[in-house]
């Protein structure tokens, strides 16, 4: 019964991170006329885009705990809610270009965007465990086919003189209706194919923040979490800025990321199982640092394009392996995931804008230099995503070989 449950539930995960994918890169598809209607330098865009991850990184330690209490279900409803109301205030305040009540509906919105990502991988998780096999690079392949969507309706509002309103008054339809059928689905939290009445202990969070191997995790994450923030916040404004190009020229290149990035996550579990997690992270890791480099250096844009698909391959699968790794053990995964989940959301989300004002003496692209700095140093931890020697009864078994 578990089993043919998390097969429904499968696909309503996907369908929720497709959701929270759409809301994610709502702002970023547009961030050319975020820009211009707040009238912000690139220092001045750095700084109102931390309060997205000051609000993620208040939130995201609290949310394994309460998921745990009441719930996947009730709490990425509750992520949701909250962060589509930070997203239309934001849209509001920004299009009125003042940049002050923007700053507080960031934070709301990075709040709600850190509560629904914690939420919908420990969902991803017990689906994992329902089916016996690693499958969390499809559910972010899913977050990245709604990036991709919000690309494109991004640039197709650009081309026809949309305002800002319209696309996000869309990607808010959208995201309601995938997150309420989609959430409907979700399996019991910690429940098992082999334990369905198994329940997720409130395991101290706390003592998750001393694992050795879950703060190795969660600092491999941010390397590869780093990676795509990054490319999400200022891969349009970098082609822009040094080729001096039409918007949606540059919302091309965001699109040629994210194109990579999703094929790369829909093939990526075969690749697991076929060379196992450490091989693929150092696969997609060497592929990053190939793509960062090209597209910062590239003398034209059809270069830069092509730096920009290198990228999006390296830059994939990273973070679902993290999420997979992290909860390996059902008993302690919904405190485990929450720790990795905020030291790589706070990289996602805070990286960016501080290279945003790095940016603002040397340049978007040399500033993006920066960022193979820490996809290395993910490279030199790749050892901690081998699977545990002995996982728990029910957890999906060795993701590929180690």
Same mark, same amino acid.
């Given at each position: 019964m578990i089993a043919d449950d998390a097969h429904l539930a499968r696909r309503g995960v996907i369908a929720v991170f497709v959701g929270c994918g759409l809301a994610t890169a709502a702002l970023a598809s547009r961030m050319w006329v975020v820009r211009a209607s707040l009238d912000a330098t690139p220092g001045r865009m750095g700084v109102l885009l931390l309060f997205i991850?000051? #609000?993620s990184m208040c939130v995201m330690p609290l949310v394994g705990p309460q998921v745990a209490r009441w719930g996947t279900r009730a709490i990425v409803r509750l992520g949701m809610t909250t962060c589509l109301v930070g997203l239309a205030a934001a849209c509001t305040f920004i299009m009125a270009g003042w940049q002050a009540p923007t700053a507080v509906a960031f934070l709301?919105?990075?709040? $709600?965007?850190?509560?629904w990502d914690v939420t919908m991988n420990l969902a991803g998780t017990d689906v994992e465990r329902g089916l016996g096999r690693a499958?969390?690079?499809? &559910?972010?392949? *899913?977050?990245?086919? $709604?990036?991709?969507? +919000? +690309?494109?309706? *991004?640039?197709?509002?650009?081309?026809?003189?949309?305002?800002?309103? =319209?696309?996000?008054?869309?990607?808010?339809?959208?995201?309601i209706v995938l997150v309420s059928w989609g959430s409907h689905t979700f399996l019991r939290h910690g429940a098992s194919a082999d334990a369905p009445q198994r329940r997720t202990p409130r395991a101290s969070a706390l003592a998750a923040w001393r694992e050795g191997r879950t703060l190795a995790i969660g600092f491999l994450v941010l390397g590869v979490s780093l990676a795509e923030g990054s490319a999400n916040d200022w891969l349009i404004l970098g082609i822009?800025?040094?080729?001096? =190009?039409?918007?949606?020229?540059?919302?091309? *290149?965001? +699109?040629? &990321?994210?194109?990579?990035?999703?094929?790369?996550?829909i093939l990526g579990s075969?690749?697991?199982?076929?060379? #196992?997690?450490?091989?693929?992270?150092?696969?997609?890791?060497?592929?990053?640092?190939?793509?960062?480099?090209?597209?910062?250096?590239?003398?034209?844009?059809?270069?830069?394009?092509?730096?920009?698909?290198?990228?999006? =391959?390296?830059?994939?699968?990273?973070?679902?392996? $993290?999420?997979?790794?992290?909860?390996?053990?059902?008993?302690r995964a919904a405190v485990r995931t929450s720790v990795v989940s905020t030291i790589g959301y706070t990289? &996602?989300?805070? *990286?960016?804008?501080?290279? #945003?004002?790095? +940016?603002?003496?040397?340049?978007?692209?040399?500033?993006?230099?920066?960022?193979?700095?820490p996809v290395a140093i993910g490279m030199a931890l790749a050892p901690a995503i081998r699977p545990l020697a002995r996982p728990a009864p029910g957890s999906p078994g060795p993701s590929g070989r180690s």
């Open positions: 991850s000051l #609000g709301v919105l990075g709040a $709600g965007l850190g509560t499958i969390m690079p499809q &559910f972010h392949a *899913g977050f990245s086919i $709604g990036t991709v969507a +919000a +690309a494109l309706l *991004g640039a197709l509002c650009s081309r026809l003189g949309a305002s800002l309103a =319209v696309s996000v008054a869309i990607t808010i339809a959208a995201s822009g800025q040094d080729f001096q =190009v039409r918007e949606s020229v540059g919302i091309l *290149g965001l +699109a040629c &990321f994210l194109t990579a990035m999703t094929t790369m996550r075969r690749l697991i199982d076929a060379r #196992g997690r450490i091989a693929t992270h150092l696969i997609c890791s060497s592929s990053a640092l190939v793509g960062v480099a090209v597209y910062c250096l590239a003398p034209s844009v059809p270069v830069a394009l092509v730096g920009a698909l290198f990228w999006g =391959v390296g830059a994939a699968m990273g973070f679902p392996m $993290g999420m997979s790794a992290a909860a390996d053990d059902p008993l990289a &996602f989300l805070a *990286g960016p804008p501080l290279l #945003g004002l790095l +940016a603002q003496h040397i340049g978007y692209r040399h500033a993006l230099l920066f960022v193979m700095i």
